[in-house]
């Protein structure tokens, strides 16, 4: 079985400056990892994931996850946010050699990004 | 770019009815999903669906829920006896294959809102 943590309900941050929204994961067997976003009142977007090979994934936006074997963490950060990042944002694990693809989310962190 | 689309966006149901909850994937995706989102909680698995019949399912999806793929476009789902606690947003989700390539991905609708009063 798998469980993800996300270590922060919320998060608020002034438009400008960086910011880290934290993941931990467990799992008795090897995990692909993702991050979804959800603006208000829409779906579940997908923003990157970690399937195999360099361990730094980014997306179009701007934003970058980093994937630690070791630390069982998979931490997304960008170094400069726009008011428009605003939205809820959940790390999600798939485990590896199941043909079904099931998540697990994590309970979602809050991004604030105040003008 | 390609879109699932579920229907209706919000749905209010009475206590002990049932209620269909409709979906449709993209078109060339071959395993489908729900998920539902408690207001305030994690976002959980329910169900997935290969081949026209489920293939995993969680201890939430209990007899009350079943799935269908009733004309190879449509994926529904089916709550026949409503409670309160199922009060939820339930997303659909579609992937072109569940297994080891570099497309998976899943593909989610926007969710339908369900209200049982």
């Known amino acids: 079985a798998q469980s993800v943590t996300q270590l922060d309900s919320q998060v608020p941050v002034f438009e400008e400056a960086p910011v880290e929204l934290r993941c931990n994961y467990s799992s008795s067997v090897s995990v692909y990892l993702f991050w979804y976003v959800q603006y208000p009142n829409q779906g579940l977007q997908l923003l990157l994931k970690y399937l195999s090979g360099s361990t730094l994934v980014e997306s179009i936006n701007g934003f970058e996850a980093e994937f630690n074997k070791s630390q069982t963490s998979f931490h997304l950060r960008k170094p400069s946010v726009h008011i428009s990042d605003t939205a809820e944002y959940f790390c999600?694990?798939?485990?590896?050699?199941?043909?079904?693809?099931?998540?697990?989310f994590g309970q979602g962190t809050i991004l604030t990004v105040h003008p | 770019e390609p879109e699932v689309t579920q229907t209706p966006s919000h749905q209010v149901t009475q206590m002990g009815q049932e209620v269909i909850l409709r979906c449709v994937p993209i078109?060339?995706?071959?395993?489908f999903y729900w998920y539902r989102q408690i207001l305030g909680q994690k976002v959980e698995f329910l169900v997935s669906?290969?081949?026209?019949?489920?293939?995993?399912k969680s201890e939430i999806f209990d007899d009350q829920f079943s799935v269908e793929r009733p004309d190879g476009s449509n994926f529904t789902l089916k709550i026949r006896s409503t409670k309160l606690e199922d009060s939820a947003m339930y997303f659909c989700a579609s992937s072109e294959t569940g297994g080891l390539t570099t497309n998976y991905g899943y593909t989610f609708g926007s969710g339908t809102r369900l209200t049982v009063v």
């Open positions: 078109s060339n995706h071959l395993y």
């Open positions: 669906f290969y081949n026209n019949e489920i293939s995993e």
């Open positions: 999600a694990v798939s485990p590896w050699g199941t043909s079904y693809g099931k998540l697990t």
